[in-house]
């Protein structure tokens, strides 16, 4: 990683001089500019056709992060979505079958405890 970005650094530095030195000749008298206009031509050409296969390069990667996100993130989604709907009606099977029951139960047996405290034979 370090020595990527020592070679950007390099790499721009570099480009800064040669653009300056550049600059300097240009402001010679008696610089032949067409020739020089036509050697910046065909580096803007190039630097054209860079742009176009880092921009294929671009789309080929958004082509493969959507299928990506279209066969693995989506059923691991839909998967996740069952398992919640599982998990809520087990829930709701508990609820009924155990939790009512035993608050039934509860409330007889307090109901016991509290007859048989009025009627003196259980003491609080």
Do not use: C
């Not at 609820?95 to 003196?120: D, F």
């Amino acid at each position: 990683m370090k020595r990527t970005v020592t070679y950007v650094i390099v790499g721009a530095v570099l480009l800064v001089a040669l653009l300056s030195v550049a600059v300097y000749f240009l402001l010679q008298p008696g610089t032949p500019t067409d020739r020089i206009r036509d050697v910046f031509i065909i580096v803007v050409a190039l630097e054209t056709l860079v742009i176009g296969v880092a921009l294929i390069v671009l789309i080929v990667q958004l082509a493969s992060l959507i299928n990506l996100l279209q066969n693995e993130v989506r059923p691991i989604l839909h998967a996740t979505n069952e398992t919640v709907n599982t998990l809520r009606g087990t829930a709701e099977f508990l609820g009924e079958s155990v939790v009512e029951p035993v608050i039934k139960l509860n409330g007889y047996l307090a109901g016991l405890g509290r007859m048989l405290e009025l009627m003196g034979i259980r003491k609080k």
